[in-house]
């Protein structure tokens, strides 16, 4: 096992345990937010027919070559329907916005520039402006042509993409699965919500906040297990089939932390113990029969920063995600306090300035315990050689996955 890593070799001993989940179908209805694992061929052209990108007539675009001028009217193209015909020489033919071209057409005029006195017995259309070739038609494919690959494997099934899915006419989509993670909660002090607190007791955050991450993550929780600090409970606690466990707790020096101890005697191969990085200095890391083991500190921030740290990217490779939202640069707009000699994830709140940069300040006391900065927007990275982050200068900055990018 190795000792008090840096970020990156941390962050690429864990993502170096990743393995793909497998594909599974599932219905357009179901696929927001998951990942699609394959790329899409467009089976179907849209649109599927040459089309009319107004209501007007269909006409031949020389026979209005001398407009003004009135064409006699003749069948019609309506959506939803193959047109009356074929459009004859010298004939206006009514078309619908969306409707098929009839063949012989090859140009719009739309209903703006022309006069009909009664539709419903005048026979001919009156023409003010003569329309070029082409005018106001979509032809077949214009838009997407059979076999493009408007979406990647790796990408985020988004609300779009689920629209661009429906118009290539598939009700279904190749997407991996969810990576089950079974969750173990570890301590004899922590209580749920509602429930009285006894002496000595706490709050549980880790649960409720790890599984919401998991979630927002893209992955799922199979298991949350409540371990106590008696001998043999975690690995209890841990035993169980899934894709990632993640547990939180007990992996500093207390009498009382028996994670590497107890997960050892079971079996769990460790990589790697403490990272060189506040919070989450004493997280643990390895493997089960490889499957990974991510165990995080007790301290509520300490886990929550170490789960968007290590775990969201570890999902995002089991996923196949494209991108495993790689930091950005962002300006401090204030001076922030630094662990010197360990790599420091502070939390901030994320604002543009006028000119349009990101700002980043603090988003309160930097403690472990003080849960509320969870609620910035994200952790700026404070180089490790730093004794001081100054306003003004510029670090890596990523948002939390429950952020949206300004
Ligand atoms: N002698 C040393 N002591 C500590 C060190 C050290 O290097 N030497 N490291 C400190 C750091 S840094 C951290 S982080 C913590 C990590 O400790 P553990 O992972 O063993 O976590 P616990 O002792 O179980 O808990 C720490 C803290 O967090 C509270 N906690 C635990 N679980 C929950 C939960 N589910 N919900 C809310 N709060 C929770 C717990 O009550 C403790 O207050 O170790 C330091 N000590
Ligand atoms: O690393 Mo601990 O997470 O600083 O409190």
Redesign the pocket.
């Known amino acids: 096992m190795r000792l008090d890593l840096s970020v990156p070799d941390a962050l690429g001993a864990v993502l170096a345990t990743a393995r793909q989940t497998e594909p599974e179908t599932v219905p357009l209805a179901d696929a927001l937010g998951r990942t699609l694992a394959e790329r899409v061929l467009a089976p179907e052209a849209i649109p599927p027919f040459d089309t009319s990108a107004m209501d007007g007539y269909a006409v031949r675009a020389e026979d209005c070559a001398h407009a003004p001028l009135a064409l006699p009217v003749a069948g019609s193209s309506m959506a939803g329907a193959a047109p009356s015909g074929p459009l004859a020489p010298g004939t206006a033919m009514p078309i619908a916005t969306g409707a098929p071209l009839p063949s012989g057409a090859d140009a719009i005029v739309p209903v703006e520039w022309t006069e009909r006195a009664d539709a419903s017995q005048d026979e001919r259309v009156q023409i003010s402006r003569a329309p070029e070739a082409g005018r106001y038609i979509r032809r077949a494919g214009s838009a997407l042509a059979v076999g493009d690959a408007p979406l990647a494997s790796g990408v985020a099934v988004t609300p779009a993409a689920i629209g661009m899915l429906a118009a290539m006419g598939l009700g279904s989509v190749r997407v991996r699965q969810r990576p089950r993670v079974r969750l173990v909660?570890?301590?004899d002090?922590?209580a749920g919500p509602g429930a009285p607190l006894a002496p000595g007791q706490?709050?549980?955050?880790?649960?409720p906040?790890l599984a919401a991450q998991i979630d927002a993550a893209g992955a799922e929780v199979c298991e949350i297990v409540q371990a106590d600090d008696a001998s043999g409970s975690v690995a209890q606690a841990a035993r169980g089939d899934a894709d990632l466990l993640l547990l939180?707790?007990?992996?500093?020096?207390?009498p009382?932390?028996r994670?590497l101890a107890d997960l050892s005697a079971s079996g769990v191969v460790w990589h790697f113990w403490?990272v060189r990085q506040?919070?989450?200095?004493?997280l643990l890391f390895g493997t089960w029969d490889g499957v990974p083991v991510l165990?995080?500190?007790?301290?509520?921030v300490?886990?929550s920063v170490g789960f968007e740290v290590y775990g969201r990217p570890l999902i995002a490779a089991m996923l196949g995600r494209a991108s495993g939202a790689e930091p950005i640069n962002a300006r401090l707009g204030e001076d922030l306090a630094t662990a010197r000699g360990l790599h420091t994830f502070a939390r901030v709140f994320a604002r543009r300035d006028s000119c349009g940069q990101l700002v980043l300040t603090s988003a309160g006391p930097q403690g472990?315990?003080v849960?509320r900065t969870l609620l910035g927007d994200g952790l700026a990275h404070l180089p490790a050689d730093w004794d001081l982050a100054p306003e003004g200068s510029v670090v890596p900055y990523s948002p939390f996955a429950w952020t949206p990018t300004c």
């Open positions: 909660v570890t301590g002090e922590v706490i709050r549980d955050i880790n649960g906040a939180t707790g007990g992996v500093s020096v207390g009382r932390d994670v403490r506040r919070p989450g200095k004493p165990a995080l500190p007790g301290n509520p300490s886990a472990s315990h849960y």
